[in-house]
């Protein structure tokens, strides 16, 4: 990996200042083994640690500053584009939820968002995958998950299966930052079925593209001060971030990453081939058809191109929903879009056509 890369985020929670959603910026020295790495080289090719246990680090962690599990889906039901977000994180300050369901082809758009203390019937278990509040549930183990939340007249139930295909971000799972560590991998291709309601609707749910990540940070060494500086990192930052399955079978992805910071700007993948084999590139990203929300000032694209020039990676996205923009109260949260995407392009000799929900936090610094 470049070292103009090495940059990873945790997704959407908030350390220090309050429960909220949001993200904290890592800026890691990855481990030796996975810099600088030659084009086309793998951790099986190098004998490369993988620093993540994808059946025993579903549970929940002691010792942590941040536990994180995230859902997200984008399919066709019905002759209808439907999706669907879920993210559950965990601080000690206590739990933020956020749930997200979608109908692009009527750009209907039904957020909503909790940030509860911990209780009996909020938190996540220590002995196995159970990650609960009032919205909803997800739990279960390598083999089958099951997540069930609702919202008013919106709800998913629906069972998870993950494939053989795990992402380990830096290819490693391992991301050492500020004097901790992050650790962070996802099944990228769950087959998944049960149902999604929007708005009182009830729509079928088949796809075998669904995305689950799982992240936690190590609270070892981090004072009061270090977390309240990871806050305002968070607060000042942009990104952007894309998790898109595709192939036969869904078995290869990427994990996209466009990183805006102050005075200095990140934009890299991480690329899991069909044959489990893992790399990353630096990538490049162009916004168009940019709006600013009359909400928050921030700005959001309409049209965006990814390219990787070393994995002969061009893409082309386009948003589906008009103006698909979380907005807290101050100090409650980090606001920013999930949207609904068109996805087309190409990554070698593969065609890509597909959906896939795209993440712009902060909004995009055009």
């Not at 929940?60 to 019905?78: D, R, V």
């Not at 806050?231 to 595709?246: D, I």
């Not at 899991?272 to 490049?284: F, I, K, M, P, S």
């Not at 191109?305 to 589906?320: F, S």
Request: hydrophobic share 40%; net charge negative.
């Amino acid at each position: 990996m470049r070292t103009a890369s090495r940059l990873q985020l945790s997704r959407r929670t908030l350390i220090g200042g309050g429960l909220a959603l949001g993200g904290i910026a890592l800026a890691p020295a990855l481990p030796a083994a996975a810099a600088d790495e030659p084009d086309g080289s793998t951790r099986q090719q190098l004998g490369t640690p993988v620093y993540v246990d994808t059946t025993k680090d579903l549970a929940s962690h002691t010792n942590t500053f941040l536990e994180s599990w995230y859902i997200n889906a984008a399919f066709e039901s019905g002759g209808k584009i439907l999706g669907f977000e879920w993210h559950q994180g965990i601080t000690p300050m206590g739990s933020s939820t956020e749930f997200l369901v979608m109908n692009a082809t009527v750009d209907v758009w039904r957020p909503y968002a909790a940030a509860e203390a911990m209780s009996a019937k909020v938190g996540a278990s220590t002995t196995e995958m159970h990650v609960y509040s009032s919205i909803g549930a997800l739990s279960g183990d390598r083999s089958e998950m099951r997540f069930k939340a609702v919202n008013g007249n919106n709800s998913v139930d629906v069972v998870m299966r993950p494939q053989a295909a795990e992402l380990y971000n830096g290819t490693t799972g391992l991301l050492p930052f500020l004097g901790t560590d992050s650790y962070e991998f996802a099944f990228p291709n769950m087959l998944t079925k049960g149902t999604i309601t929007i708005d009182g609707v009830v729509h079928a749910v088949n796809s075998d593209a669904v995305w689950f990540d799982r992240q936690w940070g190590i609270a070892a060494g981090l004072t009061p001060a270090d977390l309240q500086r990871n806050a305002a990192v968070v607060n000042q930052a942009h990104w952007t971030w894309l998790g898109l399955s595709f192939g036969e079978g869904n078995r290869s992805a990427i994990s996209f990453w466009d990183v805006m910071g102050q005075d200095n700007r990140w934009t890299f993948l991480t690329y899991l081939a069909d044959n489990g084999l893992q790399t990353n590139v630096d990538a490049r990203i162009e916004y168009q058809k940019v709006w600013t929300s009359n909400a928050t000032g921030q700005k959001y694209p309409g049209l965006v191109y990814i390219t990787a020039p070393k994995l002969d990676l061009e893409l082309v996205l386009t948003a589906m929903m008009s103006r698909p923009e979380f907005v807290y109260p101050v100090g409650q949260g980090h606001n920013g879009g999930q949207s609904l995407c068109r996805v087309s392009g190409h990554l070698g000799k593969t065609r890509i056509e597909s959906h896939a929900l795209l993440e712009m936090i902060g909004g995009i610094v055009a």
